[in-house]
């Protein structure tokens, strides 16, 4: 008797562009396809509300388990024929993909009080923090649950600098999570501001989930105001292009938080502020750093 055949087969292809792999996967079949860095190589900028890009990009579909390996590597070859295309296939079990995430997704603490929490799970009191502020986060359709460093850094700023009574704007808010994190440590007002409308979606139903719609203004960013501290957690190069629109934005003795930049970047992305800013400190993380400046 032979054993049941796995319910997925995985193939992830490499060496040709997202958008042909992509097709490709698509028109033979696959009922799911993601396009995701290869390797260990960092993210390659794009602008803000683009598609994240990769200096090698694995694009992976995923097909019925019922299909076989090797005449769908054949077939994927064929049609990506004369490029020399990387073929990876992998048989892999059916499972309770909604349950592997929740375990795979746990809460996380950053500085002393301040957690970012999947709705599942429960984050246990704390008798040395008794204030804690928690925000409710799922992985969505816009970045920044706080795995990444950048995201972790920027949060980590913001506990070490609770802004009570502060006027905070999150300038590329993604998912909103610097958004939410400033409203749930006291700031007065808080603007999250987008160029991708997906993240505007996405931050609205996280204030919602947070019950803290009423406390946090989501817009595009032409509807910017001016605040006593601007997170920025974007990339190098739209940061250097969007210094004078930045420090426009930050009032007089206000604080500025720069994220998202790789460590080799920092230098340019600090002298484009230099004219309007005193930089005070800063951290790094796996190769990421955090800018701390304060307005003239």
Known sequence: ????????????????????????????????VTVSGSGDEMLV?????????WNRAAVTGLFPGDRDPAELAAALRDALAPRSVDCRPALIEDRDWV??????????????????????AEVAADPASPDQAI?????????GTGTHPTTALCLEWLDVHPPVGRRVLDYGCGSGVLALAAASLGAAYVQAVDIDPQSLVATRDNAGANRLEQRVDVGSVEAATP?????????????????????????????????????EQADAVQEAYTADFDFV??????????LDAVRH
């Open 99 to 120: 349950r592997a995430w929740m375990q795979d997704y746990r809460p996380m603490r950053f500085g002393r009080r301040l957690w970012v929490c999947p709705h599942h």
């Open 227 to 263: 605040a006593d501290v601007v997170l920025a957690n974007i990339l190098a190069a739209p940061l250097i292009d969007l210094a004078p629109t930045l420090a426009s934005l930050v009032h007089s003795g206000g604080d500025l938080c720069l994220s998202g930049l790789l460590a």
């Open 1 to 32: 008797m032979t054993a049941a055949a796995p319910a997925w087969l995985q193939i992830e292809t490499s060496g040709a562009s997202p958008a042909l792999l992509e097709a490709v996967l698509e028109a033979e079949g696959a009922v799911a």
């Open 135 to 143: 925000i409710r986060l799922d992985p969505g359709l816009a970045f």
């Open 45 to 53: 900028e794009t602008a803000p509300g683009q598609s994240p890009a």
């Open 281 to 290: 400190g800063g951290a790094a993380r796996d190769g990421w750093v955090r």
